[in-house]
């Protein structure tokens, strides 16, 4: 059964067994995905009304863009399991030849590329999530600013989450060019979501202050 | 129908909608339920192996105290559907009188405190999802390390997402006692996370780094 139509109940379920997959990659697409939702929900709030007819544009570029990472990230839900799966498939494969060896080696390798590109995405996608965030939360109307944070703050974590999939299987993977697109890849991402992450504390800086002061 | 039963698309769906419940703070207590989830992970593969016998007591702590927070979780993400709901039916009711204005007035007051409290309680069981997070991470299994460590980051941005949801409401209270109670309260567990966090980036300070140096 594909993720999106689980239950949340049956998925924390599986999340909770003491088996492998589906982990922490899945459950960060997931994270990543409800924060997408939120982008939309806050675009939605904003517009048609004239108040923010300067930005309706933008509103609904975000609330499509949401709709949009929504569904590509629990696609990656999907395919970080597939991902894990076939790192196992490509384990169990026989090794008593050398050309069985060889065959074996060439999958599991093959194997744990797909199960380092599929976080990879999932950070890609996160980012986008978070750029699309802080445009609600600075534009968007502000009695749904709450939402945009959590937002923002769940595509954050997903991000980090996704990063910590993509390092665990770095350490075994044996080609070169590979790792350093991988790491360069890695580290670009990571400078971006600085950025953004500077930008929201700006808009954002403390959640308490902001709301006692509006008294 | 209860969060928990919803499939996770329909669940996105719904907070994708330009309608203001359900929004950030169902999410942020979804997000912590996953993250509890995550920790009865660690807990489950690392119980009942020689290597891990010396912190087997732990991780059965962890285990079961995933479980139980991740319930406890998936009510929250209700309960603060019912809360907004209930603001609402506040406002709605009639005003025509002095009598009704006086108790619409408090209606609504106790509906905001209402709305206030179910976030506080989030970030209360999202601070316990964070300590189990560290042990899990610490001493678990290292192999589900990655697992631990979104455990952790959700539960973390479900933290600040459900402040969120307790600040925007902090401006509409007029009880002044209550109001210090809520502050002092937050700040206490804003403390205790920082505390947690700085244990975490001692334990996991760089994903990239960590797992290119098993090479």
């Known amino acids: 059964m594909r993720t999106g139509e689980q239950s949340i ?8 067994a003491a088996t492998p997959a589906p982990g922490g990659g899945a459950a960060a697409a997931v994270a990543g995905a409800m924060g997408a939702s939120l982008v939309s929900m806050v675009g939605g709030l904003t517009r048609g009304r004239e108040k923010f007819q300067a930005v309706e544009e933008e509103m609904a570029a975000a609330q499509e863009a949401g709709r949009r990472e929504r569904d ?7 395919e970080d399991q597939a991902a894990f799966n076939q790192v196992m498939a490509a384990f169990a494969l026989p090794k008593s ?29 996160c980012l986008a999530v978070m750029r699309h965030a802080l445009a609600v939360v600075e534009k968007g109307n502000q009695n749904a600013v709450s939402d945009g944070c959590v ?12 990063l910590w999939n993509v390092a665990i299987n770095l ?13 360069g890849e ?19 800086p403390d959640p308490v202050t902001r709301f006692l002061k509006q008294q």
Chains 1, 2 share one sequence.
């Open 9 to 16: 109940a049956a998925f924390c379920d599986q999340l909770a």
């Open 72 to 78: 590509v990230l629990l696609a990656l839900a999907d």
């Open 97 to 125: 030849t050398p050309e069985e060896k060889a065959e074996r080696q060439r999958a599991v390798q093959a194997a744990y590329q797909e199960a380092t590109r599929t976080p990879l995405e999932t950070m890609r996608h």
């Open 151 to 162: 937002g923002f703050l769940l595509a954050d974590a997903a991000f980090e989450g996704a």
């Open 171 to 183: 350490g075994s993977i044996k080609d070169g060019a590979f790792l350093q697109e991988v790491l």
């Open 186 to 204: 890695v580290a670009r991402m990571r400078r971006e979501r600085e950025e953004v992450q500077q930008a929201f504390r700006g808009l954002a």
